[in-house]
């Protein structure tokens, strides 16, 4: 995919360059005046490390790097801008486009909702060879002040290749199923960090999903597909030694399910939670 000149825009703290380079995001059109974004990203050879299959939880990296763009571009003069929430939707047959054309990019294409209050939302319409497959939303908070600049990280230890596991592009790693919870360990890489050090908003919200995901297809012979994303962020998500997911399977029935998701930072301190709904 060929991606046109785009002019440049101010850096919006919350998605810095690594992780647009990391996961493969293209930015296709960026309209500062409207605040819409148009950005592309391969995510359907990626799989969630704990069933094997086919995940749609790198979709909300998609939204929260589009969504949250749209948003900074709002922002007042000496303003920044932190999530606050995100969702996603999908379509019931968005994982079989993917698999029936795992070469060609979900496209994501977001613009704001509304005026600039005590938050700013956008809204996210993502599709798959012109199919539309899916929805999503970004609210933001916009802080006086800001980051004095960008962090020290250093060159990017992954190089990506179409055998590149998902896990290993999060800096993550899948634990031991205890008391039917799963767990996702966060390893600190300053790649997927925000432009003030905490884990990326959508890098931690692909970490719920795959772990809500993984809840409520735990001993199931024919899988659940995620539905929908709700998360909430509550605090800073800093990553370290206990840095982690933590899955849970809130209710299952015969067609659906639902389960609840939480990032505990390395303080042991809750900073997000999730709820994922599921269906066959």
Not at 4 to 13: G, H
Not at 71 to 99: C, F, K, M
């Amino acid at each position: 995919m060929t991606t046109p000149d785009i002019p440049a825009a101010p850096q919006d703290p919350e998605t810095p360059e690594s992780v647009l380079t990391r996961f493969g995001i293209e930015t296709l059109d960026e309209n500062l005046t409207a605040a819409t974004v148009t950005a592309a990203m391969p995510v359907a050879r990626l799989v969630n490390p704990f069933t094997g299959l086919p995940t749609v939880g790198p979709l909300a990296i998609l939204v929260d790097d589009v969504g949250g763009r749209a948003n900074y571009h709002r922002r007042a003069s000496g303003q920044w801008t932190v999530s606050s929430e995100l969702s996603l939707e999908l379509s019931p047959d968005g994982i079989d486009s993917l698999l029936a054309a795992p070469d060609e990019p979900v496209v994501a294409t977001s613009h704001p909702l509304g005026p600039h209050g005590a938050t700013l939302l956008a809204v996210c319409s993502l599709s798959h060879r012109g199919a539309a497959i899916g929805t999503g939303t970004v609210r933001t908070m916009a802080l006086a002040g800001g980051p004095e600049g960008p962090i020290h990280r250093g060159l990017d230890s992954v190089v990506r290749t179409p055998q590149t596991q998902l896990a290993e592009l999060m800096s993550a790693d899948p634990l031991p199923v205890e008391a039917d919870t799963h767990v996702l360990a966060q390893r600190p890489d300053p790649i997927v960090n925000n432009l003030i050090g905490i884990v990326h908003g959508g890098v931690s919200s692909a970490g719920l999903e795959l772990v809500a995901s993984a809840a409520i297809n735990h001993g199931q012979s024919e899988p659940l597909r995620t539905a929908s994303l709700r998360v909430n962020f509550l605090r800073p998500f800093f990553a370290g030694a206990r840095s982690r997911y933590e899955g849970t399977l809130l209710r299952i029935g015969r067609n659906s399910a639902i389960a609840d998701a939480r990032a505990v930072g390395d303080d042991d301190k809750v900073a997000i939670i999730a709820r994922l709904t599921g269906y066959r």
